[in-house]
């Protein structure tokens, strides 16, 4: 069965600096990867998603994020931070052939001044 | 083309009686998911329908609740006998193929008392 793991549930950065959030998942096929932020009492909305097509994937607002197999990591980043970049963020899989998205616990992502 | 809409956005119920919480997925989507999102926690799979059908409910509680989704209409997800663990944010998406990403709506809050 897939799962997710999320590496810290809080992570702090200053604005303009990197933003790298840790994503590391389980499947015993290829898996489709997502990474979905939510604003405060909003719902959630797709940043990116890995299909099996290029490794790298470019999603909006600037976030990107790298499907590395070998080490089973979806991490996303962002090279500059922006304080309207505040928010949860949550990687996702899904299994081939499944029928569910597997959520991870979210990380949420504060932004200093 | 209008988001995936949930109503109520807050709903306040007592102990014992039942919640009712609705989904219209977008247009042209014929697969709605349920997902139960606790504080401090990521969002939890509950249950997987398609027109008329449960394809997946392995997220669901045993008792309590229920989830439909009829050939016209919204799919309702029902808690009955509400307690105060029942709190919690319900969010529902939908998607036009299951390896298609899913679009949230924004999700509605129960709260018991």
């Known amino acids: 069965a897939q799962s997710v793991t999320q590496l810290g549930s809080h992570v702090s950065v200053s604005e303009g600096a990197l933003v790298l959030l840790r994503c590391n998942y389980s499947?015993?096929?290829?898996?489709?990867l997502f990474w979905y932020v939510q604003y405060p009492n909003q719902g959630l909305q797709l940043l990116l998603k890995?299909?099996?097509?290029?490794?790298l994937v470019k999603g909006i607002n600037g976030f990107e994020a790298e499907f590395k197999k070998s080490e089973t990591s979806f991490h996303l980043t962002k090279p500059s931070a922006h304080m309207s970049d505040a928010a949860e963020y949550f990687c996702?899989?899904?299994?081939?052939?499944?029928?569910?998205?597997?959520f991870g616990k979210g990380t949420r992502l504060h932004i200093l001044p | 083309n209008a988001g995936v809409m949930q109503n109520p956005r807050h709903l306040v119920r007592r102990r014992g009686q039942e919640a009712r919480l609705r989904c219209s997925p977008m247009k042209g989507h014929s697969h709605v998911y349920w997902y139960r999102q606790l504080p401090e926690e990521g969002l939890k799979f509950m249950v997987y329908?398609?027109?008329?059908?449960?394809?997946?409910e392995s997220g669901m509680p045993k008792e309590r609740f229920s989830a439909e989704f009829p050939k016209e209409g919204p799919s309702i997800l029902r808690i009955q006998q509400v307690v105060r663990g029942d709190s919690a944010a319900y969010f529902c998406?939908?998607?036009?193929?299951?390896?298609?990403?899913?679009?949230f709506g924004q999700g509605t809050r129960l709260t018991v008392v």
């Open positions: 996702a899989v899904s299994e081939v052939g499944d029928d569910k998205i597997i």
């Open positions: 329908l398609q027109k008329e059908n449960i394809i997946d």
């Open positions: 499947s015993s096929v290829p898996p489709y």
């Open positions: 890995y299909t099996s097509a290029a490794t």
């Open positions: 998406a939908s998607s036009p193929r299951t390896e298609d990403e899913a679009f």
